[in-house]
């Protein structure tokens, strides 16, 4: 099974298309047809991306109408952050980029996040593409059009929703992405299982082998089962006002955990310890079983993924899980399973049953601990 494109609709009607690609080959077509004779494009990409596909992408850009330039960030969460964005919207103003014009962004969750959210916000709003080179990014970031950057140590604080003219995936970048950039993005992969596909959930199971060799063929089958869930939920709810928080599946306590360890864990890492963490609130709900408990400790633990954290206090982890930004009216949303496939909302947990869950994941396991 070879998919090459993914409509994804809003209210119904076409709004932009996912390209499932090999090579960079075919980009130039696809911003040639977007009619943008003699417009600028800026290739926002960052230090460790720009060395690998920067000459590659700028080749294909030779190939159309477009005046380009690239703006290359310092890699890293840690620079996701509006002094950041400061330069880009220094480079676009210097280069005389209006509104007719567009960015592309080269690179991972971090350069997607941030290029879309200038993208947002450049003279109130400009066009942009997502050029995905990360597992995490094809799957899930590069989707749906949250954008933003952290604000002091709170994760994707300042943001906005900008949907890109079209997203273009090149499933070979995968074979140069460092194994624990390819473990963290299957916290991703797997969690869209999860959340809506028992059979998917599965799959990957059975598929283990060929997905930890990255295998061509099954890793863009798994890319487009994955890119299939998040748009589905998506067009669903492209502003987050209900299904869409399914998404967050794990990311409540995952980004409490990401922002107690400085950035320096993975997101799809820490969000496998939320993950592992909500599962075991669901147990504690009644609403997973013993063996379903333990189905999804062992789906993470299939792709070394974590599901216990070292080095942290259960007070720090819930005072920072209760600023997180999913807050509803002084509750926090969090997201639970009913069995593997479907995720719903819960905003009936106390302090007593978060601080139970992370106790559970704060417990010394070495072989399962970060």
Same mark, same amino acid.
């Given at each position: 099974?070879e998919? @090459?494109?993914?409509?994804?609709?809003?209210?119904?009607?076409?709004?932009?298309?996912?390209?499932?690609?090999k090579?960079?080959?075919?980009?130039?077509?696809?911003?040639?047809?977007?009619?943008?004779?003699?417009? %600028? +494009?800026?290739?926002?990409?960052?230090?460790? !991306?720009?060395?690998?596909?920067?000459?590659? !992408?700028?080749?294909e850009?030779?190939?159309?109408?477009?005046?380009y330039?690239?703006?290359? /960030?310092?890699?890293?969460?840690?620079?996701?952050?509006? %002094?950041?964005i400061e $330069?880009?919207? @220094?480079?676009?103003?210097? #280069?005389h980029?209006? &509104?007719?014009?567009?960015?592309?962004? /080269?690179?991972?969750?971090?350069?997607?996040?941030?290029? =879309?959210?200038?993208?947002?916000?450049?003279?109130?709003? +400009?066009?942009?593409v997502? +050029?995905?080179?990360?597992?995490?990014?094809?799957?899930?970031?590069?989707?749906?059009?949250?954008? =933003?950057?952290?604000? $002091?140590?709170?994760?994707?604080m300042?943001?906005?929703?900008?949907?890109p003219?079209?997203?273009?995936?090149?499933?070979q970048?995968? %074979?140069?992405?460092?194994?624990?950039?390819?473990?963290?993005?299957? =916290?991703?992969?797997?969690?869209?299982?999860?959340? &809506?596909?028992?059979?998917?959930s599965?799959?990957?199971?059975?598929? %283990?082998?060929?997905?930890?060799? &990255?295998?061509p063929?099954?890793?863009q089958e798994?890319?487009?089962k994955?890119?299939?869930?998040?748009?589905?939920v998506?067009e #669903?709810?492209?502003? @987050?006002?209900?299904?869409?928080?399914?998404l967050?599946?794990?990311?409540?306590?995952?980004?409490?955990?990401?922002k107690?360890?400085?950035?320096?864990?993975?997101h799809?890492?820490?969000?496998?310890?939320?993950?592992?963490?909500?599962?075991? /609130?669901?147990l504690?709900k009644?609403?997973?079983?013993?063996e379903?408990?333990m189905?999804v400790?062992?789906k993470?633990?299939?792709?070394? /993924?974590?599901?216990?954290?070292? =080095?942290l206090?259960?007070?720090?982890?819930?005072m920072?899980?209760?600023?997180?930004?999913?807050?509803?009216? $002084?509750?926090? &949303?969090f997201?639970?399973?009913q069995?593997c496939? #479907?995720?719903?909302?819960?905003?009936?947990?106390?302090? @007593?049953?978060?601080?139970?869950? +992370?106790?559970e994941?704060c417990?010394?396991?070495?072989?399962?601990?970060?």
């Amino acid at each position: 099974m070879e998919q @090459e494109v993914l409509q994804v609709k809003k209210a119904g009607d076409f709004h932009y298309n996912i390209f499932f690609e090999k090579s960079f080959e075919k980009l130039s077509e696809k911003l040639n047809a977007l009619n943008k004779k003699g417009r %600028k +494009i800026c290739i926002v990409t960052d230090s460790n !991306v720009a060395p690998l596909y920067l000459d590659a !992408v700028e080749k294909e850009l030779k190939k159309t109408d477009f005046i380009y330039t690239s703006y290359v /960030l310092p890699a890293g969460e840690a620079n996701k952050n509006l %002094k950041e964005i400061e $330069g880009i919207y @220094e480079h676009l103003i210097v #280069n005389h980029f209006d &509104r007719g014009d567009l960015l592309a962004a /080269l690179g991972g969750g971090v350069v997607g996040d941030m290029t =879309g959210f200038t993208a947002a916000t450049y003279l109130r709003g +400009i066009d942009f593409v997502q +050029i995905p080179t990360t597992l995490l990014a094809q799957v899930d970031s590069s989707i749906g059009g949250k954008t =933003g950057v952290d604000f $002091g140590q709170y994760k994707n604080m300042v943001g906005a929703f900008h949907q890109p003219l079209f997203v273009y995936a090149n499933v070979q970048v995968l %074979k140069t992405l460092p194994e624990t950039e390819f473990i963290s993005g299957m =916290g991703e992969v797997v969690k869209h299982g999860f959340i &809506r596909s028992k059979d998917y959930s599965q799959w990957l199971l059975d598929h %283990k082998q060929e997905i930890t060799e &990255r295998q061509p063929a099954i890793c863009q089958e798994m890319i487009y089962k994955s890119c299939v869930i998040k748009k589905t939920v998506v067009e #669903n709810d492209p502003l @987050e006002h209900g299904e869409r928080a399914v998404l967050n599946f794990g990311h409540t306590i995952g980004h409490a955990v990401e922002k107690l360890k400085d950035f320096s864990l993975h997101h799809g890492h820490c969000v496998a310890i939320g993950c592992a963490a909500a599962a075991y /609130l669901s147990l504690k709900k009644g609403f997973l079983s013993k063996e379903e408990y333990m189905q999804v400790l062992t789906k993470l633990n299939a792709f070394h /993924l974590p599901v216990k954290v070292s =080095g942290l206090s259960c007070e720090d982890i819930l005072m920072t899980t209760k600023s997180d930004k999913k807050m509803d009216k $002084g509750h926090i &949303r969090f997201i639970l399973l009913q069995g593997c496939g #479907n995720a719903v909302i819960d905003t009936s947990l106390s302090d @007593e049953d978060l601080t139970e869950a +992370i106790t559970e994941i704060c417990k010394e396991n070495k072989e399962a601990a970060l």
